[in-house]
């Protein structure tokens, strides 16, 4: 049976799946919600690889969900050199990045990003400017 792996995006946690987990518990789905570290990429990518490997533990593929950032990560985590990693058998991007391999995800220049007030581990920005940082590009 194939297993699910939930990866949240930027300014989010594992308790952003919270809604969806009873609902995948109901239908006898087998799941995990990872809690990205947010460090560095690679312990990012590290996170992901060990619920991967724990999902997978017996034999079972695992499906790997990415919202948002978090598809960035599950882009890194499930291939090495161009080969599928452990078990993970697919692929799913949730409003997500995409990336190719050798890719790096750079926020820097990124609308909304002079926005955010970064205070050591806490982000905030200013619910005024939300339309205009982050959903320009929306009607």
Known sequence: M???LLVHGAFHGAWCWEKLTPELDHRGVVHEAVELPFTTTESDVAEVRAAIDRLGSDSSGVTILGHS???AVISAAAAV???????ASSLVYLTAIV????QTVDFSGAPGMAAIEFDGEVAR????SARSAFYHCCT
């Open 69 to 71: 950032f978090g598809g």
């Open 2 to 4: 194939n297993r699910l």
């Open 81 to 87: 050199d161009g080969t599928g990693y452990g078990a």
């Open 99 to 102: 990336m190719a391999p050798g």
């Open 125 to 128: 920005f200013d619910p005024a």
